[in-house]
């Protein structure tokens, strides 16, 4: 199985700040790579697909980027509603594989 | 508007088995394969497999292989996920996701979940 290695694994900050998570693929997964963004108690949501292709409706703060396995999102300046948990996805190879996570919390 | 909504809370016994279901509207459900994905308490996300709603092949995941089973009723746009032999370490929310028609297997909406909880 493809293993995908989110860091930090949390990560305290304020509204306004510009703030990136990365995560690192074991092997070759190509542009597939998404991420979703999770609050408790709601469904995970979709937010990047294809690495930097930004899902409908989600604000242009957030983007994402790929340097050989090495994946990152940003997000480019914090809102209340940021705060959250991230995870990253491979949809390569079966089976698909997610990051551990990121709980970003507000500092 | 997409919609995948999801069967209610179940408590079931340890050996016994659950299904879960996700009724799916606002979309040509032949169109997009679902996957399922579960969250035990304190875990992270962790995908379980996924079916081809219009003709019900199945993928799962090695650790669920022969102990889930996934269906598909295409006259009431339902996605079925049934798991045998539960133990206690399948408490969980189990959530269905919708899957791209180009991006297959990239997980666009996802259904509210279903909370399993499994104790004697």
């Known amino acids: 199985d493809i293993q995908m290695t989110q860091s930090p694994s949390s990560l305290s900050a304020s509204v306004g700040d510009r703030v990136t998570i990365t995560c690192r693929a074991s092997?070759?997964?190509?542009?597939?790579l998404a991420w979703y963004q999770h609050k408790p108690g709601e469904a995970p949501k979709s937010l990047i697909f294809?690495?930097?292709s930004l899902q409908s409706g989600v604000p242009s703060r957030f983007s994402g980027s790929r340097s050989g396995t090495d994946f990152t999102l940003t997000i480019s300046s914090l809102q209340p509603e940021d705060f959250a948990t991230y995870y990253c996805?491979?949809?390569?190879?079966?089976?698909?594989?997610f990051g551990q996570g990121t709980r970003l919390e507000i500092k | 508007q997409v919609q995948l909504v999801q069967s209610g809370v179940d408590v079931k016994k340890p050996g016994a088995s659950v299904k879960v279901s996700c009724k799916a509207s606002?979309?040509?459900?032949?169109?997009?394969?679902i996957s399922w994905v579960r969250q035990a308490p304190g875990e992270g996300l962790e995908w379980m497999g996924r079916?081809?709603?219009?003709?019900?092949?199945?993928n799962y995941a090695q650790k669920f292989q022969g102990r889930v089973t996934m269906t598909t009723d295409t006259s009431a746009s339902t996605v079925y996920m049934e798991m045998r032999s539960l133990r206690s370490d399948d408490t969980a929310m189990y959530y269905c996701?919708?899957?791209?028609?180009?991006?297959?297997?990239?997980?666009?909406?996802w259904g509210q979940g279903t909370l399993v909880t499994v104790s004697s």
């Open positions: 996701a919708r899957e791209t028609e180009l991006e297959v297997l990239f997980l666009d909406f």
């Open positions: 606002g979309y040509s459900f032949s169109s997009h394969g």
């Open positions: 079916i081809t709603t219009y003709n019900g092949d199945t």
């Open positions: 092997q070759g997964i190509s542009r597939f």
């Open positions: 294809a690495t930097s």
């Open positions: 996805q491979q949809y390569n190879t079966y089976p698909i594989t």
